[in-house]
């Protein structure tokens, strides 16, 4: 499983392009056999579901380092994030002393209507008492439910004990993290992944905005690891004119699929700069490398993943699946951008660690493909395959250290914790703020505010004498920007985070050169 699935956790790699059921032959193979002769003759116990598995696992380990099984119990969680909705109650929480905390309530949904409140404490769901005994996947399992169907719960709120009856609903998961302007007339879109709603959330957003002034345009794509390829090419497809190639995609027993322009886009003409980085994989690379082979787009960041290979899923009897690479894609200029594989999944995995140590990630000279083949965009610009898209403007990494420290306060929730005492203590003084950029710009921790963290990281066994200025200035954006997503969610927290961001700053300067 950590062969085969690691980095599709991680970057929500798939392009998948179908879900399928295939016939197979009824004649046993020689792993049917030996598993089956396990099972019979083998001295010991063993769980032959988990020893199937495994061979399956090593067997597609072979092949490239995106097929991988799925096996049934986490088929359905996987399934949900590329739908972009859950049936739930719609809340975000966490364990605090053992007892369940409500830490952000989704608008609209089930649990909004029925009256909970951010602060709020679970005390019992149904008949099972949840405070003081219970872990996240178990109040996972005793919230979420079939839609229409209905959920009592006991709320413990200040000192008062309140019962709530909640509706279960579809719950949304939304891939599009932020849209607001960063100039009067330069708007900014950021896609977390692909999922079968982002070509919705994204049209709605682009018209939000232009319907604000906006002219220009800074789509945000860093760390999307991908998704459902067909939304990348939506996407493109706003941006690009006529019946334009936005990608192709092939492989041995998969004929040429050409995938083109078929509308007139909703932003055809304005200028456009994509940030990427070089965990911006998969359909990211999609949308990327058909926007700069058409001289559409200035790509602005570091060299992206280089993952060209696209997946089909296939289901399986026992409700497990398959997702296995039947083709490559290749942007507009016939470039493939997957990086090699030849030696080995664990040579692959470290790729992104050899970046860093060879100064790819500070040094412009060198972010492009090793040894790349060269091609042409429509404008007669240089760019490379085999192994990501290479950006046209270079952002180096912050490769500063943060201290010990601080990953110890993030490893024992310490900052998650204090801003969210912090927020319930000051809720109204927040919200007169009424925009996320008053508060980005007028929102500043007081000494007193920053004496309270100091102890209450004590209080919870971290002593933070020895942080260093860098140290204090990362904690206090981030802790600025999660007090922000209480308020404004989402948004909130990349306005904070997004100020100051050198290479949003790039992108606004290339804006403002180009003619």
């Not at 009592?152 to 008062?160: A, F, T, W």
């Not at 970046?355 to 492009?368: K, L, P």
Request: charge should be neutral; glycine fraction near 10%.
């Amino acid at each position: 499983m950590v062969l085969g699935m690691v980095l599709g956790y991680k970057l929500k790699e798939n392009t998948i392009t179908a879900t399928s059921i295939f016939q197979f032959s009824k004649k046993r193979s020689p792993l049917q056999e030996v598993l089956d002769l396990v099972m019979l003759k083998y001295v010991d116990k063993v769980d032959t579901d988990t020893l199937g598995n495994d061979a399956i696992q090593d067997m597609l380990s072979k092949l490239d380092p995106h097929s991988s099984f799925i096996p049934a119990r986490r088929l359905t969680d996987i399934n949900e994030d590329l739908q972009g909705n859950f049936q739930g109650i719609g809340i975000e929480f966490q364990i605090f002393h053992d007892t369940v905390n409500v830490m952000n309530v989704v608008p609209d949904g089930p649990s909004a209507k029925a009256g909970l409140m951010i602060g709020d404490k679970f005390l019992k769901v149904g008949d099972s008492a949840v405070a003081g005994k219970i872990t996240s996947e178990g109040i996972k399992k005793l919230l979420r439910g079939p839609g229409g169907s209905t959920v009592q719960v006991e709320i413990l709120r200040g000192k008062e004990k309140l019962p709530f009856t909640i509706t279960r609903g579809l719950i949304p998961l939304p891939s599009l993290d932020a849209a607001y302007l960063l100039t009067p007339s330069t708007g900014y879109i950021r896609i977390s992944k692909f999922a079968e709603t982002t070509y919705e959330e994204f049209m709605a957003s682009l018209e939000k905005l232009q319907g604000m002034g906006m002219k220009d345009l800074v789509l945000d794509i860093r760390s999307n690891g991908g998704g459902i390829l067909g939304e990348a090419v939506d996407m493109a497809d706003e941006f690009l004119s006529d019946d334009k190639l936005i990608v192709y995609t092939e492989g041995n027993h998969v004929s040429r699929q050409e995938y083109r322009a078929k509308r007139p886009g909703l932003f055809e003409k304005g200028k456009v700069v994509l940030l990427i980085d070089e965990a911006s994989a998969s359909a990211s690379e999609v949308l990327a490398g058909a926007l700069q082979d058409w001289d559409r787009a200035e790509i602005v960041g570091r060299r992206s993943f280089g993952k060209g290979l696209v997946q089909e899923q296939y289901d399986l009897s026992d409700g497990s699946a398959l997702r296995l690479t039947v083709a490559r894609y290749y942007t507009p200029s016939g470039r493939s951008i997957q990086k090699p594989y030849d030696k080995g999944v664990d040579d692959y995995d470290n790729d992104l660690v050899r970046r860093y140590e060879h100064g790819e990630m500070v040094n412009a000279d060198s972010n492009h493909a090793e040894h790349g083949k060269a091609y042409k965009t429509n404008g007669g610009k240089t760019v490379y395959g085999g192994g990501g898209i290479t950006p046209d403007y270079f952002v180096a990494a912050d490769t500063s250290a943060i201290g010990n420290i601080v990953t110890v306060l993030y490893q024992n929730n310490v900052i998650n914790n204090f801003t969210y005492f912090y927020y319930l203590a000051n809720a109204d003084k927040l919200k007169a703020y009424q925009q996320p950029q008053r508060f980005v710009r007028d929102f500043q921790w007081t000494d007193k505010d920053w004496q309270d963290f100091l102890r209450f990281a004590k209080q919870s066994g971290i002593p933070v004498a020895s942080l260093t200025e860098k140290d204090r200035y990362f904690l206090n954006q981030r802790m600025k920007a999660l007090i922000a997503r209480y308020v404004w969610r989402s948004e909130g927290f990349f306005e904070v985070m997004n100020d100051g961001d050198r290479a949003i700053e790039k992108a606004v300067e290339v804006i403002g050169n180009k003619k």
